[in-house]
């Protein structure tokens, strides 16, 4: 079995992933049309350093089968779980997080199998 064999079998878990964040330059966003994706979804608290040196707490690590965008959003649930109000502003949210960080790693002896991780914070609007 081939790792991203392995890591999809991993991803039990549903969650609704809100990508193509476009910033309205009032720190609003819009999203794409929320989709289901298959995930391990692991609540940690940890904390991530910032090239400006500054520190964002994260309170979850989520292994994903897919790439991601850093300020979309992530809901562990389903999209059958969700209203028309709450899938059109994953905002409105209570346990919906930002994607503050979205790391992509080669499988080792790999250059087209790879590990996905993003690490998730509060939405602080």
């Not at 964040?21 to 391990?40: A, H, W």
């Not at 809901?75 to 779980?81: D, H, P, Q, V």
């Not at 979205?102 to 993003?118: C, D, Y």
Request: proline content about 4%; hydrophobic content about 35%.
């Amino acid at each position: 079995m081939g790792i991203e064999k392995h890591m999809a079998s991993r991803c039990a878990q549903t969650a609704v992933y809100w990508g193509n964040p476009v910033n309205d330059g009032f720190s609003n966003f819009t999203f794409d049309t929320p989709i289901e994706v298959q995930c391990r979804w692991q609540d940690k608290v940890q904390i991530l350093g910032q090239q400006d040196e500054t520190q964002t707490i994260s309170r979850a690590i989520v292994m994903v089968t897919q790439d991601m965008d850093e300020d979309g959003m992530l809901y562990l649930g389903t999209l059958a779980s969700l209203t028309t109000a709450q899938k059109a502003n994953p905002k409105t949210i209570d346990k919906a997080y930002v994607i503050k960080r979205f790391e992509k790693s080669p499988a080792v002896g790999s250059n087209s199998t790879f590990l996905r991780k993003v690490h998730l914070t509060p939405w602080l609007g």
